[in-house]
């Protein structure tokens, strides 16, 4: 007999919760063949079988939630699947209308690509891929099996309700038209996280403005080059990535945490970009930023980007991150007071560029702006800390050439 156990969760992550089963009770099973999925409050995790044999037993029903060291199921080493009684067999051949047989239901595969309609349509409706049950070949998601999942009642989750003031009364004819739905571990995780960094820093936000005339001319001059060299487009997150790394350094507080009484100062740049997903924000992170290039940049934060909306992150593409940069721009944010990201000292708002008037030289011109926002935790950062960062990050970004002579 051997234990299906759960497997390493990663720091700061005490249970999960089972989603899907892959096999059931008799199925035979190869090792390292995908038992069950698990999700925990940052990522779904698959569960190989630890062995060959036959799964005799499933301790833990999809819904339930379990511990970080728990047993899920046992599998008998070396067995053969129990045979099926006669009469089950009959009724299951007469089901299918092929005497003699059983139907054939096979396990879908993990590695099938959806449909590109259907991604975007899960997209759009707020849908996970274990939300919406695939009829295409091998279970490949079809444009229609979205539409049908999101038509369905949302089924019920075992993620843990946060702490909230009662609802006050509801008339009888708006509540006909509300609809009640469980929220997913994610979103309750991100809620409390969220809140709970209100809750314990002493969050403060300063706000700048960069004219991204400077970058916008460089970038239209060498993109062509730099993608047919790299590979990769050059976008304006690696110019963010390199400005924030070298301000960090002349401003270390804002890339250091509290630990109790003591301040940690970090000599390395483990840079979060918050990527926002069909089931919530995540914050991949770059690791080690402050030695790599543009290129490098660039083909990370594309792969990170891609994993995140696949739901493919691993735990530790997750963790460890010392800032982050948050992009809100991208939706059409114009200002933004960011929430930090615990337990970091810093992040950076980054917004919509837009073509504004401003002063150069005594004389009004149009410049593409795009502000900037930074909340620290005053307990860590000083005011002037927070400032002075925010202003080298705004003269480099404004004259990139500053950050190819490390200035």
């Given amino acids: 007999m051997t234990d299906v156990m759960v497997p390493a969760l990663g720091e700061s992550v005490s249970e999960a919760t089972v989603s899907t089963w892959f096999k059931k009770v008799g199925d035979v099973v190869k090792q390292d063949e995908m038992l069950c999925e698990l999700e925990t409050d940052k990522v779904s995790v698959e569960v ?4 060959s044999g036959v799964l005799a037993e499933i301790l833990v029903q999809e819904g339930e939630t379990v511990a970080a060291n728990a047993r899920l199921g046992i599998i008998s080493e070396g067995a053969a699947a129990p045979p099926a009684k006669p009469e089950t067999k009959a009724k299951e051949a007469a089901a299918v209308n092929s005497p003699g047989a059983g139907p054939e239901t096979p396990a879908p595969r993990k590695d099938v690509e959806d449909a590109p309609s259907a991604k975007k349509a899960m997209a759009e409706a707020g849908l996970s891929r274990d939300q919406v049950q695939g009829s295409g070949k091998d279970g490949r ?15 019920a989750s075992a993620a843990p309700a946060p702490v909230s003031v009662p609802r006050g009364p509801v008339s009888a004819d708006d509540a006909s038209r509300e609809e009640r739905v469980k929220m997913t571990r994610l979103r309750a995780t991100i809620a409390r996280r969220l809140k709970d960094a209100q809750n314990t820093a ?16 460089l970038r239209n001059e060498y993109k062509d080059a730099f993608e047919k060299k790299h590979g990769v487009k050059l976008g304006f997150m690696s110019f963010f990535v390199k400005a924030c790394t070298h301000a960090l350094k002349e401003v270390p507080e804002v890339n250091a945490e509290i630990d109790g009484g003591d301040i940690i100062y970090k000599h390395y740049v483990h840079m979060g970009v918050a990527v926002g997903t069909p089931s919530g924000l995540v914050v991949p992170v770059v690791r080690d930023a402050d030695q790599m290039g543009f290129a490098a940049i660039e083909k990370k934060i594309a792969e990170l980007g891609l994993r995140a909306r696949d739901g493919k992150l691993s735990m530790a593409e997750m963790q460890g991150g ?14 933004s007071s960011p929430i930090l990201n615990p337990p970091q000292s810093g992040i950076l708002g980054m917004h919509k560029i837009q073509d504004r008037p401003v002063v150069v030289n005594g004389q009004i011109v149009i410049r593409p702006m795009m502000y900037l926002a930074l909340s620290y935790d005053h307990r860590i950062v000083d005011g002037k800390g927070a400032v002075t ?8 970004l404004e004259d990139p050439r500053r950050l190819l002579m490390d200035l």
């Fill in 141 to 155: 998601v079809m444009k229609e099996d979205v539409a049908k999942a999101a038509s369905a009642p949302a089924a």
């Fill in 389 to 396: 960062f925010l202003v080298r990050v705004k003269e480099a």
């Fill in 202 to 217: 002493a969050m403060l936000t300063t706000y700048n403005e960069v004219d991204m005339s400077g970058i916008m001319a």
């Fill in 322 to 335: 010392s800032f982050t940069i948050s992009n809100g721009g991208v939706y059409g944010s114009l200002m």
């Fill in 48 to 51: 190989p079988a630890p062995a």
